[in-house]
């Protein structure tokens, strides 16, 4: 049967049942909001390279994450800048370090949010690599290491979840025998698993000052140009004890998430990037886009390839949109 018998417009007509046949959706049970902590005390410094997002001292994030669970916001993600960094990135476990203080002071504030923790040598190491060097080599066992023990320390901090994101092999593996010797067997790991070596990370480098000083990071992240190759990085993260696997960066692969989503029961997540936030950003300042719709659109996008949870800066926007009224959260922005 075809037209004039079937006119697929007939169900486009009515904004209710418009909405009511919708196949994706969107929720706040969906989102997982990235912030950048930094020492100090009252610090809310604003990223020129991601405009709206802001360093945060682990009292600023403690009020953020008030704000955002007020907002329905139900989990984030933290990155830290340290103060010191050395060739192994130590200061990445130190008890003390701004991402375990600001976990405490999350936990303590909003202990109903889900506090997870981006596990990276890169921000750490003085040479901006997301493992041990050796000349100009990026070493792989000898970074396993140090990873677990980061894990391990923001465990220890409080954190619900841990999502390493060095794209070293056995990571997963190794981080989750410490948790598992420390009796952490509980805590779950979200594995960045196809991680891709991509431009669009440049603005969060600024924001986490981690590019690497030397070189770059297409020795450990996937090539952009292959898409089995990812479900060979999901098999194996899975085989290593990963709870949730992801895609990253989140637009530019929909192609990637769809082939994960038919290739594992697990949990998919996928990062919406600081350069597709950016581009966002940047059109609709310039007057191209219309920011809300371009945005919600973009974020469905990632939920219709088949992606279960999304990282996004979009977060806090995104909750004001789906429940229809404004929060602090943006207001203090
Ligand atoms: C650390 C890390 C990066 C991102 C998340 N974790 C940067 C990188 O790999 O260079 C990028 C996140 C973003 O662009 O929003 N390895």
Same mark, same amino acid.
């Given at each position: 049967?075809?037209y004039?018998?079937?006119?697929?417009?007939?169900l486009r007509?009515?904004?209710?049942?418009?909405?009511?046949i919708?196949?994706?959706?969107?929720?706040?049970?969906?989102?997982?909001?990235?912030?950048?902590?930094?020492s100090?005390?009252?610090?809310?410094?604003?990223?020129?390279?991601?405009?709206g997002?802001?360093?945060?001292?682990?009292?600023?994030?403690?009020?953020?994450?008030?704000?955002?669970?007020r907002?329905?916001?139900?989990?984030?993600?933290?990155?830290?800048?340290?103060?010191?960094?050395?060739e192994i990135?130590?200061?990445?476990?130190?008890?003390?370090?701004?991402?375990?203080?600001?976990?405490?002071?999350?936990?303590k504030?909003a202990?109903?949010?889900?506090?997870?923790?981006?596990?990276?040598?890169c921000?750490?190491?003085?040479h901006?690599?997301?493992?041990?060097?050796?000349?100009?080599t990026?070493l792989?066992?000898?970074s396993?290491e140090?990873?677990?023990?980061?894990?391990?320390s923001?465990?220890?901090s409080?954190?619900d979840?841990?999502?390493?994101?060095?794209?070293?092999?056995?990571?997963?593996?190794?981080?989750?025998?410490?948790?598992?010797?420390?009796?952490?067997?509980?805590i779950?790991?979200?594995? *960045?698993?196809?991680k891709? +070596?991509s &431009?669009f990370? !440049?603005?969060?480098?600024?924001? #986490? %000052?981690?590019?690497?000083?030397? @070189?770059?990071r297409?020795?450990?992240?996937?090539?952009?140009?292959?898409?089995?190759?990812?479900?060979?990085?999901?098999?194996?993260?899975?085989?290593?004890?990963a709870?949730?696997?992801?895609?990253?960066?989140?637009?530019?692969?929909?192609?990637?998430?769809?082939?994960?989503?038919?290739?594992?029961?697990?949990?998919?997540?996928?990062?919406?990037?600081?350069?597709?936030? *950016?581009?966002?950003?940047c +059109?609709? &300042?310039?007057? !191209?886009?219309?920011?809300?719709r #371009? %945005?919600?659109?973009?974020?469905? @996008?990632?939920?219709?390839?088949?992606?279960?949870?999304?990282?996004?800066?979009?977060?806090?926007?995104?909750?004001?949109?789906?429940?229809?009224?404004?929060?602090?959260?943006l207001?203090?922005?």
């Amino acid at each position: 049967m075809a037209y004039p018998i079937v006119r697929q417009r007939r169900l486009r007509d009515n904004p209710v049942l418009r909405e009511m046949i919708g196949e994706t959706d969107l929720s706040a049970n969906d989102l997982i909001y990235p912030i950048f902590v930094v020492s100090g005390l009252s610090v809310k410094r604003p990223i020129d390279s991601l405009p709206g997002q802001y360093h945060l001292s682990p009292d600023q994030a403690a009020a953020l994450a008030v704000d955002f669970s007020r907002a329905g916001g139900r989990a984030l993600m933290l990155f830290g800048l340290p103060d010191n960094k050395d060739e192994i990135g130590a200061s990445g476990a130190d008890p003390l370090g701004p991402v375990q203080l600001a976990i405490k002071a999350i936990k303590k504030a909003a202990p109903e949010l889900c506090v997870i923790t981006d596990v990276c040598l890169c921000e750490y190491t003085s040479h901006g690599h997301c493992g041990l060097i050796s000349g100009l080599t990026v070493l792989n066992d000898p970074s396993l290491e140090h990873l677990a023990k980061q894990a391990l320390s923001h465990v220890q901090s409080g954190a619900d979840m841990v999502a390493p994101s060095d794209m070293m092999d056995g990571r997963v593996g190794a981080i989750r025998k410490l948790l598992d010797e420390n009796g952490f067997e509980h805590i779950p790991i979200m594995a *960045y698993s196809a991680k891709y +070596a991509s &431009a669009f990370y !440049g603005p969060f480098r600024d924001a #986490a %000052a981690s590019a690497p000083a030397f @070189g770059d990071r297409r020795g450990y992240q996937m090539d952009p140009k292959n898409r089995r190759e990812a479900l060979t990085e999901v098999a194996l993260d899975i085989e290593e004890g990963a709870d949730i696997v992801m895609v990253k960066p989140a637009g530019p692969y929909l192609d990637v998430l769809r082939e994960v989503r038919n290739f594992t029961a697990k949990p998919l997540a996928a990062y919406q990037v600081s350069g597709e936030y *950016y581009m966002l950003k940047c +059109a609709a &300042a310039a007057g !191209g886009l219309d920011f809300k719709r #371009a %945005a919600w659109e973009s974020l469905i @996008g990632i939920k219709r390839a088949g992606a279960d949870l999304i990282l996004t800066y979009l977060a806090p926007e995104a909750l004001v949109w789906l429940r229809g009224k404004s929060f602090k959260i943006l207001r203090s922005k």
